[in-house]
């Protein structure tokens, strides 16, 4: 498989736990980004790496939701105490370069928090 | 292309007839479109993109019209197949001073009847 892989495709949680979340891009792509889907709605930006930074983390809500790419390949979302607020789907993407080019998303992470 | 939350906009169209699934954007700067395609359970698949110095741009069964004029941005599917159901969202690039990130709208519903 080429494609962008998450990892799990479903999560279900306990309000208050931890979770992680997993994203193996398309291999060579730099840039990685991750979006939050509600029910309904399109894609909402959280955050954009570009190798092993994060280039752009203006759409995390706030401090409890934490991203690494430590090797600048595979990615982790972290979501500490979650809240029944943070069900959704998370998905990640990947693109060769930059934000400017086409991106290609996973199938996500179904995250509900009971 | 605003979310309308839960009530997506729905086009309903015979097979085999043409689609037309139309998208406002609002900042001049936008500098770079993209169709995405989701059906259910799944990630956004790119279809085709556009960049602002173009204003139409054909692929397989598929047209993308920018008009920048008004900011409005048009995806055809010619003779549509009922694989063709899915959600459709646009996706604008509002440039550097807007982080560059990839910034969805609210998607529209297609359905195809046999």
């Known amino acids: 498989g080429a494609g962008v892989s998450q990892t799990p495709s479903n999560k279900v949680t306990e309000k208050g736990k931890y979770v992680e979340l997993r994203c193996d891009p398309i291999?060579?792509?730099?840039?990685l980004y991750w979006y939050r889907q509600s029910l309904g709605q399109g894609p909402e930006f959280l955050i954009y790496?570009?190798?092993?930074?994060?280039?752009?983390d203006s759409g995390l809500p706030n401090d409890r939701f934490f991203a690494v790419r430590p090797e600048g390949s595979v990615s982790t979302l972290k979501i500490q105490r979650t809240e029944r607020g943070d069900s959704a789907v998370y998905l990640c993407?990947?693109?060769?370069?930059?934000?400017?080019?086409?991106?290609?998303f996973g199938s996500g992470t179904q995250l509900s928090v009971l | 292309g605003e979310s309308v939350g839960l009530h997506l906009p729905t086009l309903s169209v015979q097979e085999g007839d043409n689609s037309i699934i139309n998208c406002a954007y609002s900042?001049?700067?936008?500098?770079?479109f993209i169709w995405y395609k989701q059906e259910s359970g799944k990630g956004p698949q790119f279809i085709i993109d556009?960049?602002?110095?173009?204003d139409k741009r054909q692929g397989q069964r598929v047209t993308v019209l920018l008009n920048k004029t008004v900011k409005h941005l048009s995806l055809q599917i010619a003779a549509t197949q009922p694989g063709d159901s899915a959600v459709y969202f646009c996706?604008?690039?509002?440039?550097?001073?807007?982080?560059?990130?990839?910034?969805f709208g609210g998607g529209t519903r297609v359905l195809v009847k046999p």
């Open positions: 993407a990947s693109s060769p370069t930059g934000p400017n080019e086409k991106l290609f």
């Open positions: 291999s060579g792509h730099t840039a």
């Open positions: 790496f570009q190798g092993t930074g994060a280039a752009d």
């Open positions: 900042n001049s700067a936008s500098d770079y």
């Open positions: 556009i960049r602002s110095n173009m």
């Open positions: 996706a604008e690039n509002r440039g550097p001073a807007a982080g560059n990130k990839l910034t």
